[in-house]
């Protein structure tokens, strides 16, 4: 038995944000201590490279967790080969009203309508800067709430200049559900001007840091496969170097009758993996390899670990089955995604 199966009791008594912020604060102070061996796993190694980038085995912590980069020599010590910070906005915001994370035990899911809260893009930078963590580093970036969606693509713009320097990749988030009219920016002339307007900045950034850091897009599951069609597309004529799918669900299908389970927000864990991967396999078979896949949504052990990989992930990360099942699902998932 794992020390954080004996620990679980304890933080899923109390408030879910609690759990999460007491969880992240315990980690950090146990941090170079023998205890924290003890909620640590290792993982066999199993290089890969992507982007020109190593990566020690092919799982990762999705973004979220660490929305401030806070924590990642804890996180990292765990045995990720790559972690997500963020989402990170322009200036720091308070994220929507709580409650605003529940817990569908039953499930193993979570509701979450966060709302991008996050310290801003300068404290998140300075936070990586003093990291010691030596796996790869993503940094996910987002608009602030009450920037107009007609004029995200300054938001965007603001927060990919000041992660270049500092980030091994970075992920575009135009799919979470909890910022009003984000994910309008998934869609036609929207999308295609944003990712346009990214990719002449990384060139430009590119050049003058002689450093090119990988640019992705992490779309919703709550998308028709003409839907998907279409941004597969986009990515291609703007050269976008990566996608990761998915973000959370909308859909509330077999969890309307649990405790919580009309919850407003993005719905993750189990529930989602299906219709995930459903959207993964469709970015597969239209991409065609042209650009690497990191897939998320819905793994909690080696079935779907390996599901996600057969459907096309050349990478995974993951974040709900972590939380309910600790690190012991990292060396679960790398092994089963070998």
Known sequence: MSLYSLIRPLLFSMDAEKAHDVSLRSLRAVHGTPLHSLLSVNVPDDPVEFWGLPFRHRVGLAAGLDKNADYLDALGALGFAFIEVGTVTPRPQPGNAKPRIFRLKQAEAIINRMGFNNKGVDHLVEQVKQSHYDGIIGINIGKNFDTPVEKANDDYLIGLRKVYAHADYVTVNISSPNTQGLRSLQYGEALDSLLATLKAEQR??????????????????????????????????????GVIAT????????????????????????????????????LKAELKGQMPIIGVGGIHDAQSAAEKRAAG??????????????????????????
């Open 247 to 282: 973000n959370t669900t909308l859909s509330r299908v077999g969890v309307e009758q649990l405790p919580h389970g009309n919850e407003t927000g993005g719905l993750s864990g189990k529930p989602v993996q299906q219709k995930s991967t459903e959207v993964l396999r469709w």
């Open 313 to 338: 992930a050349d990478l995974l990360q993951i974040y709900t089955g972590f939380i309910y099942q600790g690190a012991s699902l990292i060396r679960t998932a790398a092994i089963a995604a070998r």
């Open 204 to 241: 430009t950034l590119a050049a003058s840091h002689q450093k090119n850091v990988p640019l992705l897009l992490k779309i919703a599951p709550d998308l028709s496969q003409d839907e998907v069609v279409q941004i597969a597309d986009a990515l291609v004529r703007n050269q976008i170097d």
